[in-house]
């Protein structure tokens, strides 16, 4: 489906950032990406019958790399005929493991995600019945595992009465089981029954629940890692922009400016988010000099970024740092040594970056020890534009032009092989 504007016939806007703040039309243009995962998921739910045990999905990949829009595209398509008879998709605040720290919680925030839903859908006594059932469960003066039980029939009792599957799709979920850890095996017993609901999960990291045998979640998920896009996706994902905007001069222009994105997209890491910025810069013009167009991008990202390292506590600072200087993997005890803090405090502080998305672990070779380094390598970019020396951000300068080169004589020989095989294949 081709999508250019909305139904006021305003042009549909795409934002690499606040994205839940987009409608379904919306939805559906900017999620150029990650279709056939998209197309799997979505098959797999409609599959359920009434009474089947549940078959959960977890999304893992690192921050930008499309899971919270690829869970609103879900949304979005269970929303739509015929789905929509059969499964009701809730969804949350990305922010709500900060409130949610008990089962009860949990549950009264599912009683509202269907109220919101039944909002949108102008069901007005169903949010009225849900509003009377919430009041009711704030005043009961009942211990903690009886309060959560109760929260949750009450939640059962809405969607049988609606005769629709609930859908729960849920980001930050390593962070939501780390707040319901004390409470784990009871939620696991409520997502295994038969007709219970289906949880589509995302996380930057494999929560600690799904890894460990023995822990309430092991092999509970059908996993998917998203990787980084390549050139191609990339490309892909710019001719649908281009297209959704009525852009043909665009269309046109994206493979004489494949050198360049290739060349970014290396710098960047094929990051999704980076990829909807990349292309507000290709739409309005690139510049003469790869570096400039990275510093461009680094400018747009500069907000987001500083705002995520000035919520650390100032000893995850520095060891952010060292990582970002170092570039590549480092073991506790380099982190220890390079960013000259106690050694003993490393790995908590480790833990709570990886769990923010922040740090991931990674094998150093030769040997099997564990390496740690940015997970978002353009994060990683930024923080050295941003606080190291000139001579560090005039190497990055360097590196994007030989990139740009390397890649436009890489992009030539390949397109001279294709012709002198044309050829042949003529001559024949």
Known sequence: MKLSRNQSGKPLRIRAFNQHRLNSEEIRAAFVARQKLFDF????????????VPQHHLIVGQRGM???LLLQRIAVELLAEPLCQEFLPLTFPEEQYIEVDRLSKFWLNCLNSVADAMERENNTATVREIEATVRKLEIMDTDEITFGEQCFEAFREIWKKLNRRPVLLIDNFNMLLSRLRDSDYILRGHFTKRGGPIL??????????????????YEG???????????????DVFR????????????????????????LRDLTGGNP?????????????FSEDAYEDLDALLDVVTPLYQSRLDQ???????????????????TKAGIAKLARVNSASVPSQLGRLREMGLVEETPIFPGKKTGYQIAERFFNIWYLMRFTTRRQRSSLSSLARFLKEYHAQRIHRIGIKFTVAGSRRQRR
């Open 312 to 330: 650390l506590s100032q000893q995850a600072q520095t060891i952010v740092g060292a990582l970002a200087r170092n570039w590549a993997p480092m």
């Open 273 to 285: 988010r980076t990829a909807l910025l990349l292309f507000e810069l290709f739409a309005g013009g």
């Open 41 to 52: 998921i979505v098959r797999d739910i409609a599959a359920h019958k009434p009474n089947s």
């Open 66 to 68: 499309g899971k919270s």
């Open 200 to 217: 589509i999960a995302a996380s930057t990291i494999y929560p600690n629940q799904t890894e460990d045998y023995g822990a309430a979640f």
């Open 221 to 235: 998920f059908k996993p998917h890692v998203l990787n980084p896009l390549s050139l191609e996706e990339i490309t």
């Open 240 to 263: 649908n922009l281009a297209e959704a905007r009525e852009r043909t001069d665009l269309v046109n222009h994206i493979q004489q400016e494949r050198p360049r994105l290739a060349a």
